[in-house]
């Protein structure tokens, strides 16, 4: 007698039927269509026993529902992607999604490489000098006038040279006297420290920090015997070829100061009226 061969699930008998083994259990491919199958993300479809079953991130498909949303062309076997979980061919997800050049205006392909500076895109190739026209690449470059130029091609068009060491300033500088300088070339004359952001003057075109203009230039109070600067609206007296401080400026025996008052000689020192009276 021969031994029965049933559906595991619906008992009916598969002799003579085509049927599906899983975990080594046998069923008829209704039930196991109705059981085990994978619904269609497109038709929303069982997907049965006699259908390719495409799957992508525990998403599945029929292979003639497998298809670009937009242009419905199939992508079995093609690249693809995805946007808001709708499958799109690599031309469409361009036109749509993806950046464009901003030299050749062209799409940017997914996958191929991009140059990106200040939110516009370009193809490697189409990321060039202006002057040279070579690849730009990874280099350092400095975009002027909505064109971007390598370093050496930008120094020999744009780049105003210093007039100290005569090669060109590609940032910052110093302008003085209508003549540009690198700010590490622009030195006081007297001690060499940077003048860049600090006071200074000027005495026959050579520039000077104060203390060294005032050190060497400046005339001295005739009573401290310190530089009088005389820079930045600072005041002094000056009488008979010799020059105070303001605040120097005071009588040698009280000490009261004499700015704006009458006082009196005596050889070198100066003296109130009160304290003069008895010379």
């Not at 622009?186 to 003057?201: E, I, N, V």
């Not at 930045?232 to 008052?261: A, M, P, T």
Request: hydrophobic fraction near 20%; aromatic fraction near 12%.
């Amino acid at each position: 007698m021969t031994e029965r061969y049933d559906c595991h699930y619906c008992k009916e008998s598969l002799f003579g039927k085509k049927y599906v083994l899983r975990e080594e259990n046998p069923y008829c491919i209704k039930c196991y269509e109705s059981l085990y199958s994978n619904t269609c993300e497109e038709c929303k479809k069982p997907i049965g026993c006699n259908s390719r079953d495409l799957s992508y991130k525990d998403r599945h498909w029929h292979e003639d529902c497998f298809h670009c949303f937009q242009c419905k062309r199939s992508l079995v076997d093609k690249p693809f992607s995805t946007k808001d979980e709708q499958l799109l061919c690599t031309e469409c997800y361009s036109n749509e999604y993806s950046s464009k050049c901003h030299d050749c205006k062209k799409t940017i392909m997914p996958g191929s490489r991009k140059m990106e500076h200040k939110g516009n895109s370009w193809h490697e190739t189409c990321f060039t000098c202006q002057r040279c026209q070579q690849p730009i690449g990874t280099k350092s470059f400095i975009p002027k006038d909505n064109h971007n130029y390598c370093v050496p091609c930008y120094e020999k068009q744009f780049a105003m040279q210093c007039v100290h060491c005569k090669k060109p300033i590609t940032t910052g500088g110093v302008t003085y006297h209508d003549q540009p300088w690198h700010k590490d070339c622009f030195l006081c004359t007297g001690c060499k420290q940077q003048l860049s952001g600090q006071r200074f003057t000027s005495r026959d075109d050579f520039a000077y920090c104060l203390n060294c203009y005032c050190n060497l230039y400046a005339k001295k109070c005739a009573s401290c015997t310190t530089p009088i600067s005389g820079l930045g609206g600072s005041k002094y007296i000056s009488f008979e070829e010799r020059q105070w401080h303001n605040d120097c400026f005071n009588c040698k025996k009280c000490s009261v100061s004499l700015v704006g008052r009458g006082f009196l000689t005596e050889r070198d020192d100066i003296l109130c009226p009160e304290c003069g009276k008895d010379m």
